[in-house]
């Protein structure tokens, strides 16, 4: 490609299709040529008139502009399209393609034969870890993008995906050289965030664009979507300004918040690396306050180009044209440059027959001098093999003196490779034990930090003498389960409600009763519960290790879970990221919440114990047994260090004797029967609240800059 003199970058949008036609002018690129069409309505809502819609804008393009004699490179949506970053074991180059194909197997959910894929490889010279970027969309869907330009007697040859040919435009342009950079672009239906970090690249896309702006103006306004469009693109000089962007805040704190989460997910996998910029495109940033929002909440500068490196058409209209749409030229642009053959990222999903056809096309020329050089050749072979047979034969005493040196190489590498093998099994051996340490201190550290979470608990040797249970700071910890997970990136990104859902299969509340009790979000009485909203930052990372904790705890205190939020949760949102990287601990609490919350007595576990005669599941006592291992403060019940990939119950307990009356006591035989006795002081627990409270715990927290930089001000603040 590098041969190329002339080619087309064209994107076609939601809105619009976008074009850019480069040249090659000497050692430089320049833009020739400029195109934007906007579609009748939008794609989105054009239901089965799409196809049509796109057909006629490429038709009005083929009216306008001439592609013969240039090639055409066209976007697929970063949406419909796959993509997956991983990191290769070392191996020899020629190894790499093997192994990335064994790689796309695992990865793309789809067989290989059913899509167009492709690779890049991402290496740092002065590093030998290598990064593997797959790419990958199905055939059909391919096939059929293609088709529409086709139809049009367009040559095309690089089919990329958008957020690639974004980056590659802004790398071309020396954009993305100043430390590690974000680039936003904002569409229509989505946004697509690309993280530039040397010769590394990370993508994501998110689903909310500019017609979610629009929506929320058709939902505040009771307008159609096309009035609704119209308000927003002149939003800046309404006389109700005020009023429409109050309408589309919202959708500027999701969007904000979505980029916060990318860029915390980010720098876990990247913990050197920090954004120092971020390049704004699309045309949803014609909005007037979204890049001035993105800057005070993002706390990033948020730049927005004034230019391509390859400057402007000559034509006074069409550099007007490339001026007004520049921000949202950006894929047409990078699409151009790949097809010049100028690009970062050269892989692409152009089908495997196309790919071929151009090849043989390109070596047909050469066909005909092949044949000419071949005869020449063969007479030339016969006369050289000729001259060197002798040479070789006058070269014998050469090859035998060789010879000999060889074989005594031979013999010394043999002998070197016994010394080496000498000693290997003892070698070995210590390397295991030694890594048995691994691990062996997190367990410990991990109860003795939830011991220290629960209120220091009296002894109350006269129940008559103690405050009433319902006014007693007082939480006991019944039982301890966790579940091992060699990746936390399903906890760390769910939702509050998400979150409270995972471990039911394990969870004992949830068996027993079938349902979550009252929601934590709430106390008894409806008032909305505050701190139940409070959750630790997300610092997490794509394969962080960490433990899924369900804790069943009783607390005699009449605010229930509103209580054990406040003095157990908060504790625990206490052991944030940032403190683990300070006190160098082995783990952080990522998030916690109350997941249920009943009365001991409507437990089913409990109950059906408590009917039975025998201990209580999860905590219950009967006849004065209770059957679990419990926490007060100050406690540190007896485990031991855990190195994960063990799926546990509860811990190991040890039964409490029954409480007897004391021999020649005197019986009440009116008094009511205890059904479910206080192990401590008799008392009726029955109107006890029972809890289970779920912890995330990350294992191997970021590094204290990245930690403390993940916490954002308004969460700092809340855990406190």
């Keep these: ?68 004699g240039s090639i055409v490179g066209i976007s697929t949506s970063g949406q419909s399209s796959f993509a997956r970053f991983i990191k290769l074991p070392p ?81 071309y342009d020396q954009r993305l050289n100043d430390g590690t950079t974000m680039i936003v672009d904002c569409g229509a239906e989505n946004t697509d965030l690309i993280i530039a970090d040397g010769e590394t690249v990370w993508l994501r896309t998110i689903s909310i664009g500019g017609n979610n702006f629009t929506e929320s103006l058709t939902k505040s306004f009771k307008l159609n ?110 699409l151009a440059v790949q097809a010049m053959g100028d690009s970062k990222i050269t892989s692409s999903l152009l089908p495997e027959p196309i790919r071929k056809a151009k090849i043989w096309k390109e070596k047909t020329p050469w066909f005909g001098l092949a044949a000419a050089c071949f005869v020449a050749g063969t007479l030339g072979v016969a006369g050289k093999w000729y001259l060197d047979k002798q040479m070789y034969e006058s070269k014998e005493s050469v090859r035998t003196s060789i010879d000999k040196t060889i074989k005594q190489a031979n013999a010394a590498d043999a002998s070197w490779g016994k010394t080496q093998d000498d000693g290997a099994t003892d070698r070995k051996r210590i390397r295991d034990v030694y890594e048995m340490r691994a691990g062996w201190d997190v367990w410990p550290k991990l109860i003795a930090d939830l011991s220290s979470s629960v209120p ?46 995972m471990g039911a299969a394990t969870d004992p509340a949830r068996t027993a009763t079938g349902a979550e009790g009252a929601a934590p979000s709430a106390d008894r009485r409806g008032n909305p519960d505050p701190a139940a909203a409070v959750v630790a930052p997300v610092v997490g990372a794509e394969g962080a290790r960490g433990f899924l904790i369900t804790l069943r705890c009783t607390t005699p205190n009449a605010n229930g879970s509103t209580f054990v939020q406040q003095n157990l949760v908060k504790k625990l949102l206490a052991f944030t990221a940032a403190d683990a990287a300070l006190k160098k601990k082995p783990y952080y609490i990522a998030k916690a919440t109350v997941v249920s919350e009943t009365r001991v007595k409507e437990d089913t576990l409990r109950a059906a114990a408590a009917a039975g005669g025998g201990a209580g599941a999860g905590g219950g006592a009967v006849g004065g047994t209770r059957n679990t291992p419990t926490i007060r403060g100050g406690d540190i019940p007896p485990t031991r260090g855990e190195r994960g990939g063990r799926n546990t119950g509860p811990l190991p307990v040890t039964p409490i004797a029954p409480i007897v009356p004391a021999p020649g006591a005197t019986v ?42 993940a916490i954002p001000e308004k969460t700092r603040a809340a855990v406190q």
């Excluded at 055939?139 to 007697?153: G, P, R, S």
């Design 456 to 501: 220091p608990q009296p002894v109350i040797d006269d129940p008559a003498k103690a405050p009433p249970r319902p006014q007693r700071e007082q939480i006991v910890i019944d039982t301890i389960s966790h579940e091992y997970r060699s990746s936390m990136t399903d906890i760390l990104l769910a939702s509050e409600n998400d979150f409270k859902n």
């Design 668 to 709: 009440d035989a009116n008094a009511p029967v205890i059904q479910f006795p206080d192990p401590q002081t008799g008392e009726e627990m029955a109107e006890d609240f029972a809890l289970t409270v779920r912890i995330a715990v990350v294992l191997d927290p970021p590094p204290p800059a990245v930690a403390d930089t």
């Design 1 to 68: 490609m590098a041969a190329t003199r002339s080619a087309w970058g064209i994107d076609i949008g939601n809105r619009a299709l976008k074009a850019v036609k480069l040249v090659r002018d000497g050692e430089r690129l320049r833009v020739d040529d400029v195109e934007v069409i906007e579609h009748e309505q939008i794609l989105s809502s054009a239901g089965d008139n799409k196809d049509s819609m796109i057909q006629a804008a490429l038709a009005g393009f083929a009216q306008r502009h001439s592609t013969k």
């Design 91 to 171: 191996v020899e180059p020629k190894k790499i393609p093997e192994i990335v194909k064994f790689e796309a197997i695992q990865q793309i959910p789809f067989p290989l034969e059913d899509v167009e894929w492709g690779y890049q490889l991402f290496q740092d010279p002065e590093s030998p870890d290598i990064e593997v970027g797959i790419f990958a969309m199905r055939k059909e869907l391919v096939n059929a993008h293609i088709k529409q330009f086709t139809d049009m007697e367009m040559n095309v040859q690089v089919v990329q995906m958008g957020p690639l040919a974004v980056y590659n435009g802004m790398q």
């Design 225 to 334: 979507f096309a009035k609704a469009e119209e308000l927003k693109r002149n939003a800046a000089t309404s006389k109700y300004q005020r009023q429409i962007f109050q309408a589309m805040r919202p959708v500027f704190a999701d969007l904000v918040s979505e980029i916060q989460r990318s860029i915390g997910f980010y720098g876990t996998v990247h913990r050197d690396s920090r954004i120092k910029r971020i390049i704004a495109l699309g045309s949803t940033f014609r909005l007037p306050t979204l890049q001035k929002y993105l800057q005070q909440n993002l706390q990033v500068d948020v730049d927005r180009i004034d230019g391509f490196s390859g400057g402007a058409p000559a034509d006074g209209r069409l550099g007007a044209m490339l001026n007004e749409n520049l921000i949202s030229l950006g894929t047409a642009y990078g």
